[in-house]
């Protein structure tokens, strides 16, 4: 565990507590919920109390009724329907749902998705023009496209429609698209008040336009709505993998979905959860994000991301489960090819120069590695250095492909635009982006890019740091609090979870290590009259710091720890400061 720069959010105590009188909560939550922007009680109320009647028209998105009236259209006419979707989590689960949502209306559907390593990200023109050879009427694209001017003429030319869904940043020069649904593109009106819509999101919202079309008098037919239902368990999956703010829609369909995954009667998402030894638990957005988006990711990693889209749509119960235990097998496979690249990675790193302090990005680049899992070796890079991190795979002939994740602040879209020159292709947004490369050209890339982040990040969004929502204490830290700081999940993104600073405790007895291999705390603690446990994971290193009796301040996130029956509150610790006296 490194010690981290805490940034403790202004307080109000005087709102916070007016503002816990009429909710009925404590102020400690008041003041949380006051931290996230919300200070009018009916806000308030509508945030612990989410409806999906506050989803908004997905009418309003850019683009949307004019692909939903297409899309109807293809369907009664009988029209071949292609979806072209990614392979990431996001992609995956965005064409799963248009898919099953067109079966549903009737729709002759099929699915697409590249393979990451063979063809890379988005659409390519060689796929668009097979696809329409093979009879395609119409060919709409998810999580990807607005960038691919080219492949979407290569269709108009074949005399095919292109719809694209995406989210993603956008050029200079959109696609000649029949529509383009995306939130965040200018239209005539007021904007969509969701920008933060991913893939999944907005799929979900294009399968319920389409459905509205379908039905009579703007109303989806009932099978339709039954499963748009079931449908915010896949979107909740790509929204929280995808890592879009939790915020507005995004946080409604996250926490109706995270609920409607133990419940689906998807098979595919029955088999991933079995496969993840989650049956008949309650999952949350830590479920999601390290345990069922990362089996979803390795099959696109490791294989061929169209296997998982075969789970997910049209697979019986038996291969779904088939298919399920193979995600196991590449996951488990992703896992160590990416343990050996992280170790390969910060050497390279640590031998350019760029880990130094002076350094204020990291960009390395290998022959071999492999490409489906740079991007996971950049975020790790990211953890560790908190630095904007590109990781590049070299093909023998100097060909690059490379993932790069960022830090807040520094987007990562814009600086690969800013290096563009150097690029054959590029795309993303300000947090995770891709690109490829020419032979030749990774020393003026790794120049430029290095250049640009040295002139953009100020020193001190290279320190890292917490947001610590106010300071407490330990007779206002129980279970009820904890309760109360469930309601404001889902977590993730734009909400994160509640982090509390408790200052001055007293450790009552030395630290003890914990954990197969004794890489954790557990701390015993006093204030006042009030003693409670603690555990901190991966803080052995500490312990010598960590005296009894000595003061000491953590931030912390508190929870329920059941044992024998018995249910009592401790506090997970984030980050500790040691007393100097």
């Known amino acids: 565990m490194r010690s981290r720069r805490w940034n403790i959010l202004p307080a109000d105590e005087a709102a916070a507590l007016e ?36 989803l908004a028209d997905p009418m309003l998105i850019p683009g949307l009724p004019k692909a939903a009236e297409r899309v109807a259209k293809a369907i009664k006419d009988k029209q071949k329907i292609v979806i072209y979707g990614d392979y990431d989590v996001d992609g995956i689960t965005a ?32 796929a668009i023009v097979s696809l329409c050879e093979q009879g395609a009427g119409l060919i709409i694209t998810v999580d990807c496209g607005v960038t691919a001017v080219e492949p979407v003429d290569a269709a108009n030319q074949r005399g095919v429609d292109v719809i694209i869904s995406d989210h993603h940043e956008w050029r200079d020069q959109l696609p000649k698209a029949f529509a383009i649904v995306h939130p965040r593109l200018p239209c005539e009106g007021e904007p969509y008040p969701n920008p933060h819509l991913c893939g999944a999101g907005v799929a979900f919202k294009l399968a319920w336009g389409i459905g509205m079309q379908m039905g009579s008098g703007g109303r989806v ?3 339709m709505k039954w499963f748009l239902v079931d449908a915010t368990a896949l979107a909740a999956l790509g929204t929280i993998a995808d890592v879009v703010p939790l915020v507005g829609e995004n946080r409604v369909l996250a926490r109706f979905g995270l609920g409607g995954l133990k419940q689906t009667k998807l098979q595919g998402i029955k088999a991933l959860i079995a496969g993840a030894q989650l049956d008949g638990q309650n999952i949350d957005s830590y479920h999601v994000g390290f345990l069922l988006a990362p089996r979803l990711n390795a099959c696109g990693r490791m294989g061929h991301a169209k296997l998982a889209v075969e789970m997910l749509t049209d697979a019986s119960e038996a291969r779904a489960i088939e298919i399920a235990t193979y995600l196991e097998t590449q996951n488990r496979q992703r896992q160590s090819v990416e343990r050996g690249i992280v170790e390969e990675a910060m050497e390279l790193a640590n031998e350019l120069g760029d880990t130094s302090a002076d350094s204020r990005a990291i960009v390395v680049a290998k022959k071999g590695w492999h490409q489906g899992v740079i991007g996971i070796v950049a975020s ?51 947090m995770a982006a891709g690109l490829a490369m020419a032979p030749g050209k990774f020393e003026d890339f790794r120049a430029a890019f290095r250049a640009h982040a040295q002139s953009s990040i100020q020193t001190e969004q290279l320190v890292p740091s917490i947001n610590v929502d106010c300071v ?20 993730g993104n734009g909400n994160p979870r509640p982090l509390l600073a408790c200052r001055d405790l007293t450790l009552t007895a030395a630290p003890r290590r914990v954990g197969k291999n004794g890489d954790h705390l557990q701390l015993f603690l006093r204030q006042g009259d009030h003693y409670m446990k603690a555990i901190a994971f991966n803080a052995a290193s500490m312990i010598d710091k960590l005296e009894a009796g000595k003061p000491i301040s953590l931030a912390v996130q508190p929870q329920l720890n059941e044992y024998n029956g018995r249910i009592s509150v401790e506090l997970e610790v984030k980050d500790i400061q040691v007393s100097s006296s």
């Not at 699915?111 to 063809?119: L, N, S």
């Not at 807040?408 to 300000?430: D, M």
Request: negative net charge; contains cysteine.
């Open 472 to 491: 407490t204490t330990l007779d206002q830290v129980s279970e009820a609090l904890v309760s109360e700081m469930d309601r404001l999940g889902p977590f």
């Open 380 to 430: 790790r890079l990211v953890d560790k250095f908190n630095k904007p991190t590109v990781i590049i795979t070299l093909d023998e002939d100097g060909t690059g492909h490379g993932s790069a994740r960022s830090i807040q602040g520094f987007h990562l879209a814009k600086a690969f635009n800013a290096c563009g020159e150097h690029l054959q292709r590029h795309g993303g947004h300000e």
């Open 221 to 223: 037919p009932e099978a």
């Open 95 to 126: 064409t799963s749902i248009l898919w099953h949502a067109i079966k549903i209306l009737g729709g002759d559907v099929h699915y697409y998705i590249p393979h990451r390593v063979d063809e890379g990200y988005g659409l390519n023109s060689e």
């Open 19 to 54: 503002l816990a009188r009429e909710l009925n909560t404590s102020v400690v939550t008041a003041q949380v919920l006051m931290n996230r922007g919300l200070v009018l009680p009916q806000a308030c109320r509508s945030f612990l109390n989410p409806q999906l009647r506050d």
